[in-house]
């Protein structure tokens, strides 16, 4: 038996119009027939029946539809015209076909939503439960398991077709991904269920849908070895076909079974949009003795072999790996011209050849070298380059920053290139601030924002390998209501404080750091305060507990243990950060003794101080006591000035 695939690239396909509609049933649209119930492996509220027989058939697979904008419902709907263009017998799907991780009544709205898209197939299509359409938030016992099964179908299932035997198992039993070896592991009772379903079938092809790719390095230690070697009795499977990571994947032939994973047909697509993360769906042929995959993009056809296993390691690897090295601050000052050159080192980790190009950006009225980078590096080898600036004596209002676009362009086997890009935010220190940070005016002052503006602060290198922090500051504003930033530089990543963010049901002030996998940690504050007084407010994080206090004593805490994962975005205060940077959810009120340190100053109830004094654990101190030309000077002796966003005020106020 061999395993073909389909060639063509970049051909168009044309689309039909669909009237959708419909129900949240499954089943056949358009159909006739003796029907013959799914063998079920659990109690459902709805009834799955195998397809019709047909002379030959092919089926198409759907992948992840889950984590993107709303958009995607419109991939999904284009899916679907290209699935009724391609004919095939069936549809497939491999979970994750609702956002879930919400409460019943929304969960329900989407499954509704995803369904109607898909009755307007002109063929039966089949469920394969995902993590997205079981989790629940809050959580519950259970999660959503029995809405699935009521309006999707059982947990897992079999039917027969022609010669061929379709299996869809789940891969989620525990409801958890934080243990692999532990909770994502087909249980006793499916493997037993499963066993019964192969020795019960005479087929001569069998194909196995999941979500999980558990086969890959990330489910290390989960019993897929054991699954694996029950497949491979008798030689019938043929594949193994899974979703979750939104990408595609093509990691061979092990034992005679291929092993595919589906990117997305309409979900959140990832850094890789140019090769393995595609909104997609695939085409499956097959005949005795023959089966042929082809992934198509919208309007195209692509090889299942578009982009290999090792090759997604290896793009992954440099997507997470610090293959470009800036050495060097860009220097700025008061009343006169500076010079400074910033180096770059640029590593080539992979096996094979890669171009590099760099391309700096500054304010008008600056001046470089080289404002272009390009070289070409060998497996294995580094190059170094350098740029030089002369940037014009700074003055209010003025500018001063330097960005970097830089790119590894990583060319596949297929012919595709995938830029591997990275954008940093070149560090730019103000020289002669040192003094005015440290003096004392006579009497306090305090930055005012009025919800339109905030400071900056880049802290690229001081955060480096942060793994404890403590973050506070003193502060007045109004009663929250809508989504308000005080402190952060959240973005999917790092940590941040909120006055007010979106997911606090009582509007009340929010702590949050994101720990790699496990995402956002949160802590809540417990109540308000009389919101227009004074108070001091602060997150620490330890490792290992996540504290937030108010006005020096504990009102919420989260526990995870996990790494903090950076990002090169500025901390804003008065503000958030969006992905590009910009801010956004803007604060009202007054803040002061803004305080950011590498370690979690205080576990127990203590009494804040009204100024805070720098040690060797502090990363930034602003006492906005002193505003110089627009920019408002750092006390920690690291530099790490705040810029003003546009037009904050620094006022006498006592506290």
Known sequence: MRMANCIPRRRAFGFISLVLGGSLAVGAFGQTGERTPVYAGTDFGRQLTAPPEQDEFSFVIFGDRTGGPRSGLKVLEDGVTMANRLG?????????????????EEWLAQAKEYQEIMSGLAMPWYPVLGNHDVYARPHVAGGHLDLFKQHFGPLYYSFDYRWAHFICLFSDEKLSFSNPAENQNVGPEQMEWLRRDLQATD????????????????????????????????GRVVAVISGHVHEIRDDGVRDGIRYHTLATTGGHRGALSDSAAIHHVNLVRV????????VLPIGSVLGSDVVLGSEVDEMRALLGSKWLGVDGRVDVALGRECDSTVR?????????????SAKFSVPEGWTLTSAVLKSELAPGKSVELEARFKAPALRRGSEAWV??????????????????????????SVVGLGEPARAQPAENKVLVLDGKSAARVNLFETLEGLNQFTLECWVRGSKPSGRTALLTKTENSSFGLFWCDQDSEDRLPTGYVHLGRFGYLKATASRGWEWERWTHVALTYDGERLRLFVGGKLSAEGERAGRISANRLPLYIGADPDRHGKPVSYFTGAIDEVRLSSVARYTGEFEPAKNHQRDEHTVLLLHFNNEVEGIFPDDSGK???????????????QR
């Open 203 to 234: 087929a001569r092809q069998i194909f196995v849908f999941l979500h999980h790719p558990r086969w890959t390095s990330r489910y290390l230690g989960c019993n897929w070895d054991d699954v694996h070697k029950l497949l491979t009795d008798g």
């Open 639 to 653: 530099g790490n000035h705040g810029w003003s966003v546009g037009t904050p005020t620094v006022k006498p106020e």
């Open 287 to 294: 005949r005795p003795g023959e089966v042929a995959m082809c």
């Open 403 to 428: 960005r970097l676009n830089a790119a590894l362009l990583y060319k596949l086997a297929s012919g595709i290139t995938q830029p591997i890009k990275v954008v940093i935010d070149v560090p730019v």
């Open 344 to 356: 770059l080192t640029v590593t080539n980790p992979t096996t094979r050849p890669l171009a590099f």
């Open 88 to 104: 095939p017998a069936f549809v497939m799907t491999v979970g994750d076909l609702v956002e879930g991780y919400n409460k019943p």
